[in-house]
């Protein structure tokens, strides 16, 4: 089918800059300064990032997931153990995140290692869920082939009733990840597509802060 449209598609970014006098010489305390333009500027779903891995044979995988817990250690999202994303960092334990914030025509890109967080962290997660939540985690072997939407909700009936009166305890197959940048990139749309873009990559002071040509 085709699709004549395609190249006509086009905004010019007009919204604002980003020079390096104005950033923040940490890269988390920009991306905290960001995340909360995002969230003032009513982005819908702002922790909302897509998640790169790579399986064993070196075949690229990228999904959206939600950002859950950021400090000083880094970004962390939370899945099904068994799922394709766990089972690429099982065998690759390096990822990327991209988060797309539309509203202000902002991108930030970040690299490194992911690592699994604590069952304690996970925990503590879980149970901040609600009850619907917690007992889906249950209910969905995640990335598995199924028969029908069926076999979801009838699972979840089931785990409705068996957990009725009780805590729903977290599957031990369940819990977080913890990306830890190695790589921070803050992009701002501009016009005529001289897009600026700041690079932040660990040095002995710190963080050293480079420009990208767009």
Request: net charge negative; hydrophobic share 35%.
């Amino acid at each position: 089918m085709a699709m004549d449209y395609l190249p006509s598609l086009r905004e010019d970014y007009i919204k604002g800059g980003l020079l390096e006098k104005d950033v923040l010489t940490d890269p988390f305390q920009q991306f905290h300064r960001w995340f909360e333009d995002a969230v003032s500027a009513r982005q819908i779903e702002p922790n909302a990032m897509t998640l790169a891995t790579v399986d064993g044979d070196g075949q690229p995988h990228a999904r959206i997931v939600l950002l859950k817990n950021l400090d000083a250690r880094g970004f962390v999202f939370f899945t099904n153990y068994q799922s394709d994303k766990a089972q690429n960092l099982a065998v690759n334990p390096r990822g990327a995140l991209v988060f797309w914030w539309s509203s202000l025509e902002r991108q930030v890109r970040l690299e490194g290692q992911i690592e699994k967080i604590s069952p304690q962290e996970s925990d503590d997660y879980f149970y901040s869920r609600p009850l619907g939540s917690q007992l889906g985690a249950w209910a969905s072997p995640q990335s598995q082939i199924i028969d029908s939407r069926q076999v979801l909700d009838e699972g979840l009936r089931a785990l409705e009733e068996k957990y009725q009166d009780q805590k729903v305890p977290r599957p031990e197959h369940w819990g977080g990840f913890r990306l830890i940048p190695a790589r921070f990139e803050f992009w701002q749309g501009r016009s005529n597509r001289l897009h600026d873009r700041l690079c932040y990559t660990p040095d002995n002071q710190g963080w050293q802060i480079q420009r990208l040509a767009p």
